[in-house]
């Protein structure tokens, strides 16, 4: 039995479709993936790339800043103030980003903005298929 | 000097007809806007309606933390409006609702001895208040016809600063509701404090069938923290938005009152400009037929009708 997955943005719902399993990170709980059936659950995501794998065996990605990740029934719901498809990524201007967050996160280790800055870029290169994906984990 | 004033009469109706071309214009341009500003405040609907599902499932969770944006204030002294209306005139009495309902809950506050503070959102808002020396906190501007969340959310971070800071007690949000395409009113709403999480929760009105059994990661209290800053963004966008439909609805109506003013100027001027050639021209015969009196000397009577039939002919 499929799913319904929804990526939920302030200003619109940005994806709509069917899928058999979606992978985020939520806060604390490090990678977790979602199949049909499971309990209810709500949780808070870091910056991480989150896949949905379609019932057409497609899988999409996309990069996710933060939010909240919502299963309920046979219903997953990805809130997210600021998640960009895959395709609309812009691979050159994450990495750049990640080269300023890291320097950042090197003059003070203890700057929240810089660590999450570190893990949205990331974020951003794991969706695009490029770059460490999810080997930092601060 | 005989058709002087039909000049200057047609003068004027031209120039009445160019503004009603552009009122109408307006008016047009803010119809397709209202249209689309409902959309927007339509398709960013999901977003709060899920944060306010997901508020209810903690609450059902018993989830009520100590949160800095819970914080209730026993005696309110210092409060932060944030007022939000125009970049632009020429909408009626929208951006003066608003600032009039501000400039009252202003004084009423200083009435009570209270501090204040503005958050000016909309050019308009920030001309009023600093040409009035009221004490401005901030202002924005430059987006209130198509608010984006990022303009939302830079308002939200300043009014979380102070409101996390302590340096205000309360912060009041004043705005256009829109009711619906006819009605629109300015309201003035509590901001922060945000209500106690089971008071969110009855207030969203979710089916209960959903609030069954939710784990939570990392905690409840923990989802909780997250979640509300996105709660305080997703409201103030909620407000931007629909201040921004009422906007452009009340533009729309003042400009169709223009349209349709000027249109009755134009026949108004017209029929006083047709009265006023008739006169010149009557005027003008007159003085022709005294002037071909004047000069006839009696005896000719049928070349003088002849003549004048001709002149009568030019004249007209």
């Not at chain 1, 050159?92 to 280790?109: C, F, I, S, Y």
């Not at chain 2, 629909?242 to 134009?266: G, P, V, Y």
């Not at chain 2, 049928?302 to 009568?312: I, P, Q």
């Amino acid at each position: 039995m499929a799913m319904q997955v929804e990526f939920v943005s302030p200003e619109d719902i940005m994806y709509s479709g069917e899928g058999t399993q979606v992978t985020a990170r939520t806060r604390g709980g490090g990678e977790i993936a979602f199949l049909t059936g499971h309990e209810p659950f709500i949780g808070s995501l870091v910056p991480c790339e989150v896949r949905v794998s379609e019932t057409s065996g497609d899988v999409k990605r996309f990069a996710v800043r933060g939010g909240f990740v919502s299963v309920n029934g046979s219903k997953v719901t990805v809130l997210s103030d600021a998640a960009v498809h895959a395709a609309d990524v812009d691979a050159a201007q994450a990495q750049a980003d990640l080269v300023d967050a890291e320097a950042a996160l090197e003059a003070d280790p203890s700057d929240p903005e810089a660590k999450i800055g570190v893990q949205w870029a990331n974020a951003r290169l794991a969706a695009v298929g490029s770059g460490t994906g999810h080997a930092t984990d601060h | 000097m005989p058709g002087g004033a039909e000049r200057i009469l047609r003068r004027r109706i031209g120039s009445v007809k160019n503004t009603k071309k552009i009122t109408r214009a307006m008016e047009l341009i803010a119809a397709t806007r209202v249209a689309r500003a409902q959309q927007r405040a339509k398709a960013a609907r999901p977003y709060s309606e899920q944060l306010t599902g997901v508020i209810e499932n903690l609450a059902a969770g018993g989830a009520d933390v100590d949160h800095p944006l819970l914080r209730q204030v026993e005696n309110v002294e210092r409060v932060a409006f944030v007022v939000c209306a125009g970049d632009r005139g020429l909408a009626g009495p929208y951006n003066s609702a608003v600032v009039r309902s501000a400039e009252r809950e202003i004084q009423a506050l200083r009435a009570d001895g209270g501090d204040y503070r503005i958050l000016a959102v909309g050019k308009k808002v920030n001309d009023y208040f600093s040409f009035r020396n009221y004490n401005i906190d901030s202002a924005y501007g430059g987006f209130t016809d198509n608010p984006t969340f990022e303009d939302a959310r830079a308002i939200a971070q300043r009014v979380r600063e102070l409101f996390d800071a302590g340096e205000v007690d309360q912060v009041e949000l004043i705005y256009t509701e829109f009711v619906s395409l006819g009605t629109q009113r300015a309201v003035v709403r509590r901001f922060l404090p945000l209500e106690p999480v089971t008071v969110m929760a009855e207030e969203g009105g979710g089916d209960a069938a959903a609030l069954a059994g939710f784990s939570f990661e990392p905690s409840a209290g923990g989802v909780l923290a997250d979640l509300l800053p996105r709660y305080v963004e997703a409201r103030l966008f909620t407000a931007l938005l629909d201040a921004a439909a009422s906007e452009h609805a009340n533009r729309q109506r003042a400009m169709k009152a223009a349209t349709d003013n000027a249109e009755e100027l134009i026949v108004k001027l017209s029929r006083a400009m047709n009265r006023a050639r008739q006169e010149a021209i009557t005027t003008e015969i007159m003085e022709i037929v005294g002037g071909a009196e004047a000069l006839g000397d009696g005896s000719g009577d049928e070349a003088e009708a002849v003549d004048l039939e001709r002149l009568l002919a030019q004249t007209n």
